[in-house]
């Protein structure tokens, strides 16, 4: 990412996160509220534990904005832990030397960080590791991805997510998909007879202290054709896209459109024809299909990008499994600190902010400006050129 940047800091019990968010043009309409909202979606959805009870995410804005609107310079949000208020975490997570003395964590919990941090930081702690790889971090690259939407927004962009898979239990959702249904849904899912499944799915995973993954789809509508490139690797829009929902934690495979279930069919029944303009309605280039999932070449083509996440199962059981002791290397049970049962609803939520951040980088690439109108306006241009050769697509 290089138009627009963000970074967060911060340990899941720590006294909060930090955000800074670079690149934003000067002008655009911003506020706490606006990024609260999606912070909350991030805490709903059926299966998650006592430690949303306690938080309610909100991002205070602290440098970036003036009178509701950017300054284009750098964005910076806080987001307090009020978990940090109890259970003593105000000593193990302490800042300052302490006297008191803290037990240390050493029973490593089997799919986290815990023994590959430890061992690479030179740690004989697991607490270090435990509290920065934690999913708590992804409160604060929601709240990153809400300032990014906020620009998208003025391009027509609109980007949502639902739940297409929890454990076993596959959804046949509706096309196109009833956002409001997803919404309204506490799995995130518009297939009611799957919605019903996979929460009684869950209720037997809590029931049998196990946890459960899934599958989770994001959808961005109404991006223009040419963001990203085919002309370097590290350009295709495609790849960035693939890195960024990677990157959230628990994610383990990613597919763009419908990759896997093409690779098992023949290219005739895979490509996504290009229709003549008697057969576009509001915008030109328009496909018969969306295989692809709206990228070609690393290229936007106009269609909806999808991307979908795997998300495994969570790591932290409360049946623990068997491990070693990091001092000891001797059997022991995993440690156990409070978790989710399913999470794969808020995964979509933080899919959709890491992708609000890589086509905001790619518009802001793509477009420039240092204020929103400057960038509005070569957008509006560039939107002119994209019809057929030789013709000026129309006001």
Known sequence: ??????????????????????????????????????????????????RQQIEQDAAEIVSGVRHGLTMGSPIGL??????????????????????????????????????????????????????????RETAARVAAGAVARRLLEEMGVRIHSQVLAVGEVEASPPEPPDWEAVEASPVHC??????????????????????LGGIFEVRATGAPIGLGSHVQWDRKLDGRLAQAIMSIQAVKGVEIGTGFANARSPGSQVQDVILPREQWSDRPWVHASNRAGGLEGGITNGEDIVVRGALKPISTLPRPLATADLHTGDSTPAFYERSDVCVVPAAGV???????????????????????????????????????RGRDRPD
């Open 350 to 388: 933080i899919g959709e902010a890491m992708v609000a951040l890589v086509l905001a980088d790619a518009a802001l690439e793509k477009f420039g400006g240092d204020h929103v109108e400057e960038t509005l306006r070569n957008f509006r241009a560039y939107q002119k050129t994209t019809g057929p």
């Open 78 to 135: 806080r987001i307090e832990n009020k978990d940090w208020n109890n259970a003593n975490w105000q000593k193990r997570m302490a800042v300052e030397p302490i006297e008191d003395e803290i037990e240390k964590l050493t029973q490593m919990r089997p799919g986290h960080a815990d023994l590959a941090g430890s061992v690479k930081y030179g740690l004989d702690d697991v607490r270090p590791v435990l509290e920065r790889a934690s999913a």
């Open 1 to 50: 990412m290089g138009h627009l940047r963000f970074l967060t800091a911060g340990e899941s019990h720590g006294k909060g996160l930090l955000v800074i968010v670079e690149g934003v043009p000067a002008g655009l309409p911003l506020n706490e509220g606006y990024i609260a909202a999606h912070m909350r979606r991030r805490q709903l959805g059926y299966g998650r534990g006592k």
């Open 190 to 211: 518009a297939d009611a007879a799957a919605e019903k499944l996979m929460i009684e799915r869950i209720d037997r995973a809590r029931e049998e202290f196990d946890t």
